[in-house]
C-alpha cells in the first residue's frame, strides 16, 4: 500500500499572511483568543467575520463563503 501522508517539509505550514495574498479581499488576523484565527471582508456591510482552528480551517471557510 503506497504512503498517503506528506511531511511538513514538503508542504510548507499555511500562514495568515498566505490566506491574505490568496483571499486579498479578506483581511485575516489572530487576536490571540485561544489559537482562533479570523477574517473579515474588507469594506462589507453588514460585518462578515469568519473564524477557523487554524489557518488551513480558516481558508476552508472562506472557500466556502465565496462559493
Given at each position: ?27 485575516c ?6 489559537g ?7 469594506d ?24
Open positions: 500500500m503506497p504512503e498517503t501522508e506528506t511531511t511538513s517539509s514538503e508542504h510548507p505550514a499555511l500562514t495568515l499572511e498566505d490566506l491574505g495574498r490568496e483571499f486579498p479581499a479578506w483581511l488576523y489572530a487576536p490571540g483568543i485561544n482562533v484565527v479570523f477574517a473579515r471582508l474588507r462589507h456591510f453588514p460585518l462578515m467575520i469568519l473564524r477557523g482552528d487554524d489557518p488551513v480551517s480558516l481558508r476552508d471557510e472562506i472557500r466556502r463563503w465565496t462559493g
